[in-house]
């Protein structure tokens, strides 16, 4: 079975010029709004401003580049062989996004202190490896004590051995 | 310190235990596709906290020699690359392995990989004190055009786009700004959040880029089943002769490998395929290569292991990082209090002959554990892709909480993981956002105090001889891909 290459869309690279053309925005009305001090001809904002400048120009570029589909600045390869391959599988977004998720309800549960690190660090191994790997009696067992063992290990290291206070 | 103390100091039993750990663990990592030497060295940034600055230089060392080292095993026995930086060695290797001689394709790659170790040694010793005693005669204004020149060159240079390799670089330098200017005292880029008054510091954001980033890349990648070829040891040791017969292949490679480190973001994986296409180009036989060629496995091995030296040399004195793995090195030295820049040479010899002198031991260290274990290192790839991302994901949040005890930089690490990921999916290469990271408070820091200097004057730039050529060079980097891309156009069009 053939699988047929991803083509990639132009959403991407507009989203991208967008964002970069905002974050060089930013820099220059923030770095703009710093006053330089009486030793200093440039001051604390001249060097963020100067770099939203690059950022906004730069992103004018891939914008450009992108509704044209003209090549600009992508000639520079002296080197060849370690060029983006164009992907003919599709990726698995969800995956990785349920990962990210549960990362961040980690990260959350940690913060509001509603189990401690023990806990936290256990549950999520424990879901996480169930989530990804086998879910028989086998892989629930390997991912059980794994995650035990894991999270007591890190528990020691760092609270016992390394005296850091863990939420 | 002199150097041979150094060895000394190295050679003691907790020393040399460090380092013998962290080529094996670099070695065990490397080996295994997804996980990378560098992104080894930034999980254990947080564990170095707690060790002399010694001994954590000696225990990334390790790391980064075994990382480039280890992913000739699953390259030769899988035709998996371990490492990006092997890939050239799957061509030979695999089928020279597939061909009954997987002893002896290990052998070639592990002899090539210390041969090419310790060429880039040799340059590293002979040409960083020439190098360091030239940056001496630096000032503000030839640090900062030093340091536009590597984040141009890095863009031109490293994989992706070179309009969005200088994106990530100038957002890296960004990611500096926020907090208290060191000049003044003045707040800047807070917008009110107080735990920024301290900046971003850069552990939770290399964590976050480059291994948070890299693991929910591998996620992403659809699963693959893996064919092992069955291996035993015979003909891992190769003979003298075969020294002999592959010398001149190696001493090319190597040479390749380390001019190829030296230069900012070309890397070992660029220096191993530049290596194997001379190779063979030069070769008698070429029509072997891709079938088990003996000659391809050692270019390719040499020229990768080469470029670990090489890329060294600008690192220890000029401050200049050629890519991730130099950036996670150069902050381990921050985290020590260790000022990178053209004085860290001349002010810090005890590390700067440490750090050479386990890059020599490391080798010898990756040659005896990949002839021992590398056929036991092989089976770990049989551990789910799923258990080494969640191990890789615990130790990213628990290294980035150890830092200074607060879950801000932990969100900050999550933050910077999606924004990794997004780079990579733009396709914008991470290394320059490495490097601007790394050097754009060091950038900013020198530009004002040149501007300080000359009162506003921007004439010093082009009127002292070494800032002119390094803004030359950077002016020629710059123009480029766009010369070419003109070049290239005409050609088009007349046919």
Known sequence: MSMKPVLRTKGPDIAFGIVVMALGAVSIVEGLSIRPSRFDPLGPGAVPAMIGVALCILAGAVLLSTATSLRIGDGARLFTGLEDEAGSEPLLWQRALAVFVTTLAYVAVLELRLVGYLGATFAYTAFLLLVLGRRDARGTAIALVTAAVTAGLLDTIFRRLLSIDLP | ?495
């Not at chain 2, 799957?90 to 392995?97: C, K, N, R, S, V």
């Not at chain 2, 010898?364 to 554990?369: G, H, K």
């Not at chain 2, 490097?435 to 921007?458: C, D, H, N, V, W």
Request: with cysteine.
């Open chain 2, 1 to 495: 310190m002199s150097l041979a103390e150094a060895f000394i100091a190295v050679l003691q039993p907790l020393p040399f235990w460090v380092l013998s750990l962290g080529v094996l663990l670099g070695i065990i990592v490397g080996a295994l596709p997804g996980m990378t030497g560098g992104m080894l060295m930034a999980l254990a940034l947080p564990f170095t906290y707690y060790m002399t600055d010694a001994n954590a230089i000696t225990l990334l060392i390790g790391m980064y020699v075994g990382g480039i080292s280890g992913g000739l095993i699953t390259a030769t026995l899988m035709r998996i690359p371990g490492e990006p930086s092997s890939v050239m060695t799957t061509l030979d290797g695999y089928p020279l392995a597939r061909a009954g001689q997987p002893g002896r394709a290990l052998g070639l790659g592990i002899s090539a990989s210390v041969v090419g170790g310790g060429l880039s040694w040799i340059a590293l010793v002979l040409l960083s004190p020439p190098l360091a005693k030239l940056g001496l005669q630096f000032g503000p204004f030839e640090n900062f055009a030093l340091a536009l020149l590597a984040l141009v060159m890095i863009s031109s240079l490293s994989r992706g786009s070179f309009v969005r390799g200088l994106i990530a670089g100038l957002l890296g330098m960004l990611v500096g700004v926020p907090g208290v200017d060191e000049s003044s005292g003045t707040m800047r880029f807070t917008f009110g959040i107080d735990a920024l008054a301290g900046g971003f510091n850069l552990l939770p954001v290399i964590l976050g880029i480059f291994a948070l980033s890299q693991v929910f890349a591998d996620l992403m990648a659809p699963d693959k089943p893996a064919m092992r070829v069955a291996a035993d040891r015979r003909g891992i040791l190769i003979s003298l002769r075969d020294y002999v017969d592959h010398g001149w292949n190696m001493l090319r490679s190597g040479l390749i490998g380390i001019f190829m480190g030296i230069m900012p973001g070309v890397g070992a994986s660029i220096g191993s395929i530049a290596a194997y296409t001379t190779a063979r180009n030069l070769s008698k036989t070429p029509e072997k290569f891709g079938k088990g060629s003996e000659e391809g496995i050692v270019a390719s091995e040499t020229a990768n292991n080469a470029t670990s030296g090489g890329t060294l040399i600008p690192v220890i004195t000029l401050g200049l990082p050629g890519g991730f793995t130099d950036a996670v090195l150069l902050a381990a030295l921050m985290i020590h209090n260790l000022q990178p820049g053209p004085h860290f040479f001349a002010n810090n010899t005890r590390i700067v002959h440490t750090i050479m002198a386990s890059h020599l031991l490391a080798h010898v260290v990756m040659f005896a554990i990949m002839v021992v274990a590398s056929l036991w290192i092989v089976r770990l790839m049989e551990i789910p892709k799923q258990y080494i991302a969640t191990m890789v994901l615990v130790l990213c949040v628990i290294g980035a909480f150890a830092l200074n005890g607060r879950l801000f930089d932990v969100w900050v690490m999550l933050a910077f993981g999606a924004v990794g990921l997004a780079l990579e999916y733009v396709r914008a290469p991470l290394a320059p956002f490495a490097i601007g990271l790394i050097l754009g408070p060091m950038a900013e820091g020198q530009f004002r105090s040149a501007m300080m200097m000359s009162e506003g004057s921007l004439a010093p730039l082009v009127t002292r001889p070494i800032s002119l050529t390094l803004l030359i060079a950077t002016l020629a980097l710059f123009a480029w891909p766009f010369w070419r891309e003109r070049h290239l156009r005409r050609a088009k069009i007349t046919g």
